[in-house]
């Protein structure tokens, strides 16, 4: 019997071809307005241009808010709570929420275009993902509207009012229905503000709530900004602030809140652990690795950016995943067979790139996967840290990008302590074959959610939410119902 | 239960000399052999599940399309195992083997045919100078209950009958009670049989329960000196599926990183169409990688997988499907 030889001549690589999803499909217009008391206007603030980012080239101009916007904006909505949103009950708020989600679904494929093009984030994602857990917010929150006597938060809790809203761009529409859905459901009209770089899938969202016939004022949506979300934070109008962003930020959001009587819920920044000891079903470890690093091109705050893996696998579990790493297609994003897409804005990549370099310059080892790179718009190889250390920068600090700094540990209790070694606290993995032990790590580590042998797993009825830095309340589930009721 | 005691793995023939010494070390005795398999990384369920859904979503399509659908032609191993196959049945698909459709030269051969081992001569003589390689069922097929002579008689034919390529199936009574140095003894007396002969060693995955399983009956199969895992026998439910290919291609990448040797994969039962097809062709690419994408590394145990590839090819060429009656029946 003779080995079959690794014969070059039988090698043939296979190319696919490329699958792009018709860029048709978005219904992209030149200019987008914003949506106020029910009607679509231009602001008086600076106009907004969208770029996308995996092209560079600008894809519509969109009207930006003014401060004077904003007053109009909470004026719409607090009229909106008092005469027609706050009086209703519950069982007639659900049948909107219903409609809305029912109007995701239909406009699905828009939808997901849309994102991906102003996004950069791969159609796949967009498209499996994004689009359906946002319709599925808006479902499981239209069964709440008429329950939310019997959700554990007293016999008969009241809305808080007008909620300021303010969302980052790692995921425009999933954001923005975290926090939509819940507030309508809850009886709170709301004035939500999307990320700068990525408008334009929320005042496509507005369009859904008009088809909807969603009463004027219930949800306006302003563009701008940071200036513009400081407005929304600092209004006198405002009883309710939820931000999901940067810690910094969060900081500062907190600052001006205190004292005031106004609630917030903060979703702040991340370095999540995965910890895999050494009986893990190793393969799926590594596709709970990649995909909880890699998604999103690792722009998002709940990402797996430390891997802290026992040292008895650490070399095997290391040529396995950059064998792995190697196999993702990065390139264009809606392209259906693309893994990682674009990084948002060319700030996120120069902050990706700076901080990468201090990897380097600290002495942790650096692979890049052998990807190729388009030449224009904004790609980071997928890339792979080892010999991190707990005092370097690229152990602590968030890098928000497709990179992942790979740690050692010695025993179970090393693993927990060195997981805990951040300010942050929003989510971890534990990987291992003994039901016991992921107990035993899941009681001990301080993070919000604390996956077992998968990653990044998001479900509207489970709460998300962080410790420490990584904020506080929650969203999703019951528990995410309180912070926009007055209990 | 009256189970005959352990014996002694490879008792009945020398160890391989291309084991590395720390394999060689787990076949020992029948301890070493259990505590090496079940110490194996252990297999997540929904991890592997959702891996192969996610490989599952590839978008194939124009000249890519095309390679797969020639690749995957080129993999088959055009297969009957009824009990009313005859002489004619077995010479009828010799011919579709050699040229699956005459209307276009250009369409690759099949890599085997695959029959039981009374046809197996039948097959020879038809395919002879073909190129085609005849691979024969043998050691009671397929529920492999029976006396080792009589498997090994089996054997015996398929291979004096000009087979060259021999599939045999595991003793699963005996790997589910945990005498894994029985299979492994089994496997290896029919590998001595062989000689030459190329074996395929079927696990049939849907009696084994659990993924786990899968991996340590991968690996006792390799370690015995199997050329090829196979699935399944096709008389058992569930039988190829996306997952257990995805992982019996994991197993043949860690037995290339452990020892350097290249050993194959041959999903078998309910591979039916070019979809289907491509989507293990992707994960050989992505997760053995595509040094596997050959017939002498990967395979597809089918009957009615070729037409329908047949038909897709011909539907890339001439813009429209064609239907049925434009490639050959031969059942």
């Known amino acids: 019997m003779t080995d079959p030889a690794p014969d070059s001549a039988h090698i043939v690589p296979w190319q696919y071809s490329p699958a792009p999803v018709p860029r048709e499909l978005a219904n992209l217009r030149s200019h987008y307005r914003m949506f106020l008391g029910g009607e679509f206007v231009d602001g008086d603030g600076e106009s907004l241009t969208s770029i996308n980012p995996a092209t560079e080239e600008v894809l519509a101009e969109v009207s930006g808010a003014s401060a004077s916007d904003v007053d109009r904006a909470v004026a719409a909505a607090r009229a909106a709570f008092e005469r027609s949103w706050g ?103 709301v004035v939500l503000k999307p990320a700068e770089t990525t408008p334009l899938t929320a005042l496509v969202f507005a369009e859904i709530c008009e088809q909807a016939g969603l009463p004027a004022g219930v949800v306006n949506i302003v563009a701008g900004a940071d200036d513009i979300g400081a407005e929304i934070v600092a209004h ?59 998604v999103n091109q690792g722009q998002v705050s709940c990402a797996g950016s430390r891997l802290l893996v026992q040292e008895s696998i650490a070399e095997e579990l290391l040529d396995k995943l950059h064998s792995r790493v190697a196999t993702l297609r990065l390139g264009d994003p809606l392209d259906a067979n693309t893994d990682v897409g674009a990084i948002n804005s060319a700030t996120r990549l120069d902050r990706i790139t700076e901080l990468t370099d201090a990897g380097d310059s600290e002495g942790a080892r650096r692979w890049t996967s052998p990807c190729p790179l388009p030449d224009r718009g904004f790609f ?29 540990f010695r025993t179970p209790d090393e693993a927990v302590a060195k997981a805990n070694n951040t300010s942050y606290g929003l989510s971890a993995g534990i990987w291992t074959e003994k039901g016991s032990r992921i107990l035993w790590a899941a009681q001990r580590i301080r993070a919000g959610a604390v996956w077992a042998n998968t990653f990044n797993r998001f479900d509207p009825t489970a709460p998300f939410g962080g410790y420490r830095e990584s904020g506080f309340g929650r969203e999703g589930g019951r528990a995410g119902l309180e912070a926009y009721l007055d209990v | 239960m009256a189970d005959p005691p352990p014996s002694t793995p490879g008792s009945a023939a020398p160890a391989p000399p291309e084991l590395p010494a720390d394999l060689a070390e787990v076949i020992r005795d029948d301890a070493a052999l259990k505590r090496f398999l079940h110490g194996l990384p252990g297999v997540d ?35 009957t195992l009824e ?23 250009g369409t690759p051969r099949v890599a085997a045919l695959c029959v039981y081992p009374d046809l197996a001569a039948t097959a020879a003589e038809a395919l002879a100078e073909s190129g085609v390689g005849i691979a024969s069922v043998a050691t009671a097929f397929p529920s492999g209950r029976s006396s080792r002579r009589a498997k090994l008689a089996e054997v015996e034919l398929a291979v004096d009958s000009g087979a060259t390529e021999v599939d045999m199936v595991i003793d699963r009574g005996a790997f589910l009670s945990g005498h894994y140095g029985r299979v492994f003894d089994e496997i290896r007396e029919v590998r001595a049989a062989c000689g030459s ?32 895992v196979k699935t399944s026998t096709g008389k058992v439910s569930p039988a190829a599926t996306l997952p257990v290919t995805q992982l019996m291609l994991q197993t043949v990448r860690d037995w290339r990183d452990r020892t350097g040797h290249l050993r194959g994969v041959k999903p078998a039962g309910g591979i039916r169409s070019t979809k289907d097809a491509i989507r293990h062709l992707v994960a050989v690419h992505e997760v053995a990688g595509p040094e596997w994408l050959r017939p002498a590394l990967f395979r597809f145990g089918a009957s009615g997988l070729l037409n329908d590839l047949l038909m897709q090819r011909r539907t890339h060429f001439d813009g429209h499907y064609s239907g049925s009656d434009h490639v050959a029946v031969d059942h």
């Not at chain 1, 959001?253 to 917030?264: S, V």
């Not at chain 1, 602590?396 to 740690?407: A, M």
């Not at chain 2, 490989?55 to 797969?68: C, P």
């Open chain 1, 87 to 189: 009086p209703m009950p519950g069982s007639e708020r659900a049948k909107y929420l219903f409609r809305i989600a029912r109007l995701i679904q239909e406009r699905g494929r828009e939808l997901a275009v849309l994102e991906t093009l102003d996004n950069g984030k791969p159609i796949k994602e967009s498209r499996d993902v994004d689009i359906p857990t946002a319709a599925a917010h808006f479902f499981h929150h239209a069964g709440w509207a008429d329950k939310l006597d019997h959700a554990g938060h007293g016999a008969n809790p009241r809305p808080l009012g007008v909620a300021g809203q303010i969302i980052p761009w790692n995921f425009p529409l999933l954001m923005l229905a975290r926090k939509i859905a819940p507030a309508l459901a809850c009886g709170n009209t």
């Open chain 1, 236 to 294: 006198g109008g405002v009883d309710k602030i939820a931000f999901t962003g940067s810690t910094e930020v969060g900081k500062r959001i907190r600052r001006t809140l205190a004292g005031t009587g106004r609630k917030p819920t903060l979703e702040l920044g991340g370095k999540g652990a995965s910890i895999v000891f050494d009986d893990a079903p190793i393969d799926q470890a590594i596709e709970g690795i990649v995909g909880g690093v890699f």
């Open chain 1, 380 to 408: 980071f190889a997928p890339t792979v840290f080892s010999d991190v250390q707990q005092s370097m920068r690229i152990a602590r600090e968030e890098i928000f990008g497709p990179v992942l700094s790979v740690l050692t």
């Open chain 2, 45 to 79: 369920q929904v991890g592997l599940e959702q891996r192969s859904a996610e490989l599952a979503t590839r978008s194939i399509k124009k000249d890519s399309k095309l390679w797969a659908i020639d690749t995957a032609i080129g993999m088959v191993d055009l297969t």
């Open chain 2, 83 to 105: 009990g009313a196959d005859t002489g004619g049945k077995v010479r009828a698909l010799a011919a579709k083997a050699r040229s699956p459709d005459p209307d276009r030269p």
């Open chain 2, 197 to 228: 002969t190329h074996l395929k060693v079927i696990l049939e995955t849907g009696e084994l329960g659990t993924y786990d399983n899968v991996r340590r009956a991968c690996w006792l199969a390799l370690l015995a000196g199997a050329d090829f």
